[in-house]
């Protein structure tokens, strides 16, 4: 009897396992403490022991800002400073990619989703097909200074121009900037976010409002400024 309890426990726990989003287990969630903190501390680690030095990965000036500086474990980890890659990253299979935000300064350890990205080239092979068609991307109505919907009667899209917050889970737009680069639309989060706290001003670009409030950057996204209690987006580029 006690042989068939055990198994069935057993039974249960591995079914468990296998029908546990890989996603939603504890290692890839972004807001595990642990983690992220453990790789902050190894990036200030490094830093003062190569006179200021980040431990990033090199990518490309068209690199978006708040993506540009990804962590670069295996330095980390030669200099015995993190012994081991989380588990949620990118490099382990996970869903989050760990990026130093703020690098003149702070150096502040934030994750961003690799879905996202991963959606976003979806989109952009569909723009990008309509363009090589019809030499200029399939613009809709306008949602801001230099961004437009994309005009979906026009483009025959595979894919649902959706993402799922890496924030609240709601589904934000994917629009697309005059150069025909779909991006994502966070001013929903951003309303949300200035509700819940109280906030009826900011100096600034909203999105390290996000930042200052989450530890998952909006990655791929237009600068956002606050006027006259709207929300509006801008085409300004970013500061490197």
Known sequence: MKLKIVTIILSTLLL???????????????????????????VHEYQELHNGLL????????????????????????????????????????????????????????????RISQKLRS??????MYRSKNGHPPYGESVGDGYFKLNEDRINMNVEPVV?????????DIIMSRSGEAVVDYRPEVYQLLE??????????????????????PAYSPKMILENDQIELTSEIDDD
């Open 16 to 42: 468990s396992a296998c029908l546990y989003p890989n996603e939603q287990r504890t290692e890839n969630q972004a807001t595990n403490e642990e983690q992220l903190n453990r790789v902050q501390d190894a």
């Open 55 to 114: 431990p990033i990965q090199t990518r490309d000036q068209e690199t978006p800002l708040l993506i540009k500086y990804p962590v670069n474990f295996n330095l980390l980890k030669e200099e015995n400073l993190l012994g081991e890659t989380p588990g949620n990253a990118f490099e382990q299979g996970g869903v989050y990619s760990y990026v130093i935000v703020d690098p003149e300064d702070e150096a502040i350890v934030k994750v961003a989703d690799t």
């Open 123 to 128: 989109v952009n092979y569909e723009i990008n």
């Open 164 to 172: 799922t917050s890496p924030y609240t889970n709601q589904e934000l």
């Open 196 to 217: 819940r706290e109280g906030i009826d001003s900011y100096e600034g670009d909203l999105r390290y409002l996000l930042l200052d409030y989450y530890p998952i950057v």
